[in-house]
């Protein structure tokens, strides 16, 4: 149980394009999801942190109108790189917490999403 | 400031001897700790979580200890095996948010 599913899982595209990025629970209600970015041979930089129905809560130093965070649904949970430059080249991955647990849990992640701009 | 150090970026070890990663935290005071594991490309996997007045953990080949003395975790595969190889990180938990340290990567040589 408890499979997060993010997709795409890989997407190369031309500078000054928006991308998507879907994660999904699957098997559970997931009240908050949080998305992070990871560079080659480092750990994982929290970006941010989405609740379901409300505005997300991004970390320091991450632009919120350059990465758009939507959490629509208890399942559904997606990114937006606006306007997006090779700068913001990585590896995205969100990860879910079940619904009414907020500490104390583990996180299920997704696969990540590996994003390459030319 | 806050930091999270895991032990030298990489660790080799022999299949059958036991592997043993070190995560030490400064300017923490986490409720509770946890160990994923990740391979390359892949999201981390979800391994151990040890609670602050926990001192020790297992699950099968694994095993956690914490000393919020020492402020430091160990983490422990015994009989270690080739598929064991993977990227672990450790991460802390204080305000509802994980902060992750930058991982060991683990190689068991057959």
């Known amino acids: 149980g408890a499979v997060v599913s993010q997709h795409p899982s890989w997407v190369i595209c031309k500078s000054g394009t928006s991308v998507k990025i879907e994660c999904r629970s699957l098997?559970?209600?997931?009240?908050?999801m949080f998305w992070y970015r990871q560079f080659p041979k480092q750990s994982l930089m929290l970006m941010a942190t989405s609740n379901e129905g409300s505005k997300a809560t991004y970390e320091q130093g991450v632009e919120k109108d350059k990465f758009l965070i939507n959490h629509a649904s208890l399942t559904l949970s997606t990114l937006t790189v606006t306007s997006a430059h090779p700068e913001d080249s990585s590896f995205y991955i969100c990860?879910?917490?079940?619904?009414?647990?907020?500490?104390?849990?583990?996180?299920?992640f997704g696969d990540g999403t590996r994003l390459s701009i030319l | 400031s806050q930091k999270i150090e895991q032990n030298s970026e990489a660790l080799n070890i022999q299949e059958g001897k036991t592997a043993t990663l070190t995560c030490n935290y400064t300017?923490?005071?986490?409720?509770?700790l946890q160990w994923y594991r990740q391979d390359p490309g892949r999201g981390p996997v979800f391994l151990l979580l040890?609670?602050?007045?926990?001192k020790e953990k297992r699950k099968e080949r694994l095993k956690v200890t914490f000393d919020t003395t020492l402020k430091q975790s160990l983490f422990h595969i015994t009989a270690s095996q080739p598929a064991d190889s993977a990227t672990y990180l450790c991460?802390?938990?204080?305000?509802?948010?994980?902060?992750f340290g930058d991982g060991t990567t683990l190689t068991v040589k057959p």
């Open positions: 098997d559970f209600q997931a009240t908050t």
């Open positions: 300017n923490y005071s986490p409720a509770y």
């Open positions: 991460a802390l938990d204080t305000t509802g948010k994980s902060t």
């Open positions: 990860s879910a917490i079940l619904m009414g647990h907020y500490s104390n849990q583990p996180q299920h």
């Open positions: 040890i609670r602050e007045n926990e």
